[in-house]
DNA sequence: TATTGTTATACTCTATAACTATA
DNA sequence: TATAGTTATAGAGTATAACAATA
């Protein structure tokens, strides 16, 4: 069977996108939380006080969808919300929260260095060039 | 406000990804098909009387996501089924799928060379050995 | 008014289990 | 039995509209 599509690059960024991100979760799925959960928490870590709204648009995450997972993360105890300027609720780690985002950013460390290691060493410095090269910004 | 994430390969490779894909889908609206549908259709083109099976492995999309997907392409007669061995059905592209898979190659195509222009000239050549060092493939 | 948080909703993609039809 | 097609279903992720609360 022909599959026409090994030789886009569009497929093979696709492609290899979603193996990392599968690998990833894969990693992140002892300490109970999925990708999009872990990198809220370690957002939330390195930006304490920050709003749900702040939040969602350095994630990309519209406010409808971010609004219950931040939710739940206050129902487990691991981040806490205090009443801010105007509605905003200012957002901190709980004691839990900052053990859990230390994990999670060792856990991210070793997807970046699997990823790194994957390069052949004389493209390695070439890989941040490249993928911000591709991306599309509009 | 403080992202941690643009520095991490990971990152980088979804973003990029996702916004490629978005450009994609957005030349392929007009022609009244998503990524996947697309690709589809021109999976079948290349490999005439594949079955339902077959596809959905090469396209890594699970039979029972891949079914109705099929049976909307057979009622819009982009797609004829004809029976064969066991239980398979073969699938061909109709005249009008056979057209409408040639303007989607083209835009493939196009998109391609936007990706491949993006990026600096003296990287292109690496550019599809990267993205294969990059995929995870298990 | 503008922004934030919130609820409801819907659409796509993805995943699993289980059924039937045929070799 | 094994494989293909099929149906139902459930869970992410993502999108828009609209409402409530506060400056």
Chains 1, 2 share one sequence.
Not at 3 to 29: C, D, I, T, W
Not at 55 to 66: F, T
Not at 116 to 123: D, F, S, T
């Amino acid at each position: 069977m022909d599959n026409p599509f090994v030789k886009y690059p569009g497929y093979l960024l696709r492609r290899a996108s979603k193996s990392r991100m599968a690998q990833l979760a894969q990693h992140l799925e002892p300490l109970g939380v999925g990708v999009s959960e872990a990198s809220i928490l370690v957002l939330v870590g390195r930006n304490p006080g920050i709003s749900q709204a702040e939040c969602g648009r350095l994630l990309s995450i519209k406010r409808p969808n971010l609004n219950p997972i931040i939710r739940r993360f206050i129902e487990r105890n691991l981040i806490i919300s205090t009443k801010g300027q105007g509605r905003i609720q200012c957002l901190n780690l709980s004691e839990s929260g900052e053990a859990l985002a230390e994990r999670i950013t060792q856990e991210f460390e070793a997807q970046e260095a699997r990823i790194y290691e994957a390069v052949p060493p004389h493209l390695r410095d070439e890989l941040v060039p490249m993928l911000n090269a591709l991306w599309w910004s509009q």
